[in-house]
């Protein structure tokens, strides 16, 4: 999906279309409605805090703005943009209808994510082109959406090509091509290649994907082993064998908070309680969502100096109760000191079991908590 958050929000203020639009704030940040009918916005420059950008309308990344990026950062790049809370339970709507949409048409579906998935065409006779703009047509129909789409061998090469031509473009690409259309660009464009690969491989003189597939495959196990090696040979070639799963199984579940100023487990008992209750309930709310229950619980917290622990403790049978999982996560936070600042914390729930094969246990009293 193009800008899928950002794109989402555009409907609800199509009055902000053709402007750069940042999405990230809180919901201080929601717009205003103004007696003559209009809204008024906040704005990048206005935003204090710690928050990073969920995502950017295609005008705001000509500014250099980009996912990920921090709100304060971003406001030094583009201080005039429209600044909105993120409204997740839109998206996740959204996100369902596209992949209705898709279905209906190819319903062999991996599932990526909120806002990507692959699909598999192997199947069909019809052409490319046309298949691929019927499935623009039936997700722009369902969502008022647009989606960009690569059609390859593989899902390597379809992963690189759905982002050639976007916002609202179709790739189609097969194996010849490789050479002139994959070769010369970034080796980091290689979905796996992460900036401290990319690094490495800067410091080897090797930037682009052509440069990687003429590398000796046995410089590239030398720098980075065996297993590793060997499949930035392979994919430098175009090659992925990777089939599609129609079906995944989420190794964990998890939420997080950032707080905007640090906060300290005995000056600040009182909030840290109210985040940490949040976070455990609405970790029970995606769990129950999702239809797993799990048997660990663990923590996850980042202190002012950047430090970061993690502690978690199994349980004698998997939950998906919100106080169950809150005396557990007040359990591991026995185990780490709260002498310093906190500026994050996090709850996270593993070994996760479907809730369709087993009797969710009740819940458990509240124990005495850290905070």
Wanted: hydrophobic fraction near 40%.
């Amino acid at each position: 999906m193009d800008a899928f958050f950002a794109s989402v929000e555009l409907l609800h203020y199509p009055e902000l279309r053709g402007q750069a639009v940042v999405v990230g704030g809180r919901s201080v940040h929601q717009p205003v409605s103004q007696p003559d009918g209009s809204k008024r916005f906040a704005r990048l420059r206005d935003y204090v805090g710690r928050g990073v950008i969920t995502t950017s309308t295609y005008e705001a990344r000509a500014f250099g703005v980009f996912s990920g990026m921090g709100l304060m950062k971003s406001a030094q790049l583009a201080p005039d943009a429209v600044l909105l809370p993120a409204n997740f339970e839109a998206y996740r709507d959204y996100s369902r209808r596209f992949k209705a949409a898709v279905a209906s048409i190819a319903p062999l579906i991996e599932d990526r994510g909120i806002d990507e998935i692959y699909i598999d065409l192997s199947d069909f006779a019809e052409d490319s082109l046309s298949l691929a703009r019927r499935i623009k047509q039936a997700v722009l129909e369902a969502t008022g959406l647009t989606c960009s789409i690569g059609i390859t061998p593989n899902k390597l090469l379809s992963k690189i090509c759905s982002d050639l031509d976007k916002p609202n473009g179709i790739t189609l690409l097969d194996m010849a091509d490789v050479p002139s259309r994959i070769w010369p660009l970034p080796a980091r464009k290689i979905n796996g290649i992460g900036p401290k690969a990319g690094e490495r491989l800067d410091r080897l003189g090797i930037h682009t994907v052509g440069e990687l597939a003429a590398a000796d495959e046995e410089l590239l196990i030398r720098h980075f082993g065996r297993t590793m090696g060997s499949w930035l040979h392979q994919v430098a070639q175009g090659i992925d064998e990777r089939p599609i799963k129609t079906s995944r199984e989420p190794k964990s579940i998890s939420r997080e908070s950032t707080f905007q100023r640090d906060l300290h487990a005995r000056l600040d008992r009182s909030e840290l309680s109210t985040i940490f209750t949040d976070l455990c309930l609405r970790l029970a709310d995606d769990l129950a969502r999702k239809g797993y229950a799990a048997r660990t619980i663990g923590i996850k917290l980042r202190y002012a100096d950047f430090h970061a622990v993690t502690r978690d403790i199994t349980l004698g049978q998997p939950t998906a109760d919100a106080l169950t999982i809150r005396k557990a996560a007040g359990e591991c936070l026995k185990r780490v000191p709260l002498e310093q600042r906190i500026r994050l914390l996090g709850v996270r729930a593993s070994a996760l079991f479907p809730l369709s094969q087993m009797a969710v246990p009740v819940a458990a009293s509240q124990a005495e908590l850290p905070f």
